[in-house]
Antibody, heavy 114, light 113 residues
Framework: QLQLQESGPGLVKPSETLSLTCTVS????????WSWIRQPPGKALEWIGF???????TYNPSLKSRVTISLDTSKNQFSLKLSSVTAADTAVYYC????????WGQGTLVTVSS | DIVMTQSPDSLAVSLGERATINCKSS????????????LAWYQQKPGQPPKMLIY???TRESGVPDRFSGSGSGTDFTLTISSLQAEDVAVYYC?????????FGQGTKVEIK
């Protein structure tokens, strides 16, 4: 059974870079797209971007200038970096496999505050 | 971007009654080469990640009760809960995965009347 788990700091200071990692277990990263999605408290879901197993990335234009998604196939992990964060970036961040199939992490709350 | 608009924003339904949620996309999500609608429905309960219920607009994910059904094509879609159970109280989202950026509806909150 494929499982995903987010990890990273729960508190980030304004103007700094948010960094999260998603570890995929129970299956291979190969031949799929792997997404980051976020949800501000009490609000709807927002797609941040994804990475294919080859390393090709696609980002949401609304965040593109600040986002980097990368892959470490040797560890079956993919990562998110979001730079120059503000309070508006406070959200639960989820990693997920794109497309059909219910494969999401449990989510991790990241708060941006000094 | 494809804008996904759900209606209503919330609804209250009696136990055992039908609940209907609508989702409209600003452009078609029907892929002509395979005749599939790239539209999914999710259920989210408080403190939990979204759970995929339906993909390709009408295919139930494994393990999802058959009281959940999806219909529609092109730009107009519906999620129906045929007989609402207490455990169905949640927020429901539609999502298009026809193109990037992937986009979600604003959510519909389902409660018990």
């Amino acid at each position: 059974q494929l499982q995903l788990q987010e990890s990273g700091p729960g508190l980030v200071k304004p103007s700094e870079t948010l960094s999260l990692t998603c570890t995929v277990s129970g299956g291979s990263i190969s031949n799929y797209y792997w997404s980051w999605i976020r949800q501000p408290p009490g609000k709807a879901l927002e797609w941040i971007g994804f990475i294919y197993s080859s390393g090709t990335t696609t980002y949401n234009p609304s965040l593109k200038s600040r986002v980097t998604i990368s892959l470490d196939t040797s560890k079956n992990q993919f990562s998110l970096k979001l730079s120059s964060v503000t309070a508006a970036d406070t959200a639960v961040y989820y990693c997920a496999r794109d497309g059909n199939g219910d494969y999401w992490g449990q989510g991790t709350l990241v708060t941006v505050s000094s | 971007d494809i804008v996904m608009t759900q209606s209503p924003d919330s609804l209250a339904v009696s136990l055992g009654e039908r609940a209907t949620i609508n989702c409209k996309s600003s452009q078609s999500v029907l892929y002509s080469s395979d005749n599939k609608n790239y539209l999914a429905w999710y259920q989210q309960k408080p403190g939990q990640p979204p759970k995929m219920l339906i993909y390709w607009a009408s295919t139930r994910e494994s393990g999802v009760p058959d009281r959940f059904s999806g219909s529609g094509s092109g730009t107009d879609f519906t999620l129906t809960i045929s007989s609402l159970q207490a455990e169905d109280v949640a927020v429901y989202y539609c999502q298009q995965y026809y193109t990037t950026p992937r986009t979600f509806g604003q959510g519909t909150k389902v409660e018990i009347k």
